[in-house]
T-cell receptor, first 114, second 117 residues
Framework: AQSVAQPEDQVNVAEGNPLTVKCTYSVSGNPYLFWYVQYPNRGLQFLLKYITGDNLVKGSYGFEAEFNKSQTSFHLKKPSALVSDSALYFCAVRDGTGGFKTIFGAGTRLFVKA | GAVVSQHPSWVICKSGTSVKIECRSLDFQATTMFWYRQFPKQSLMLMATSNEGSKATYEQGVEKDKFLINHASLTLSTLTVTSAHPEDSSFYIC?????????????FGSGTRLTVV
């Protein structure tokens, strides 16, 4: 069965500092991995995905994530955080063997302080 | 890009009544749509997979008679919460799979906040 773990409920970072939001996953086949961001009372916005190829994936708003197969991780990163990055971030995984079901992590709230 | 419209964005209803939430793919045909439920400060829980022209596939623990899903066309899926109770109050989000081009990621609606009083 697929599963996603986001070990941190909240991440606090000062504006201008680098940020990392952690994610580990478990899936039977090759993973399709995603990061989404959610603002209050809104749906999810797609940030980036890893399907295959380069382990470092670049996405929207300056975010990037690194796929690490040996550690089964897909941490979200940004070199310089903005206050406007404060939101709820979800890591998600889908089994790449053909299923369409996407499983989400519990979410990590990012708080960027000015 | 793919756009999914969800309506209404919020609704308040009385206990015992039914509420219908619509999810529309505006610029593509979605053969598969998904319905999620999100409790405050929690993750999205997949409720069911909605397939156009066939019965929805419900996740374990989701009452199919309470959460009726209809996917009668390639651009519309509806979720009806029947005989709503206060514990059904939640944020409901739909997503749709765009079969064009890169379909690895799904597009999400803006969500519906349901409050049952």
């Amino acid at each position: 069965a697929q599963s996603v773990a986001q070990p941190e409920d909240q991440v606090n970072v000062a504006e201008g500092n680098p940020l990392t939001v952690k994610c580990t996953y478990s899936v039977s086949g090759n993973p399709y991995l995603f990061w989404y961001v959610q603002y209050p009372n809104r749906g999810l916005q797609f940030l980036l995905k890893y399907i295959t190829g380069d382990n470092l994936v670049k996405g929207s708003y300056g975010f990037e994530a690194e796929f690490n197969k040996s550690q089964t991780s897909f941490h979200l990163k940004k070199p310089s955080a903005l206050v406007s990055d404060s939101a709820l971030y979800f890591c998600a995984v889908r089994d790449g063997t053909g299923g369409f079901k996407t499983i989400f992590g519990a979410g990590t709230r990012l708080f960027v302080k000015a | 890009g793919a756009v999914v419209s969800q309506h209404p964005s919020w609704v308040i209803c009385k206990s015992g009544t039914s509420v219908k939430i619509e999810c529309r793919s505006l610029d593509f045909q979605a053969t598969t749509m998904f319905w999620y439920r999100q409790f405050p400060k929690q993750s999205l829980m997949l409720m069911a997979t909605s397939n156009e022209g066939s019965k929805a596939t419900y996740e374990q623990g989701v009452e199919k008679d309470k959460f009726l899903i209809n996917h009668a066309s390639l651009t519309l899926s509806t979720l009806t919460v029947t005989s709503a109770h206060p514990e059904d109050s939640s944020f409901y989000i739909c997503s749709a799979r765009d079969p064009r081009g890169d379909n690895y990621g799904y597009t999400f609606g803006s969500g519906t906040r349901l409050t049952v009083v």
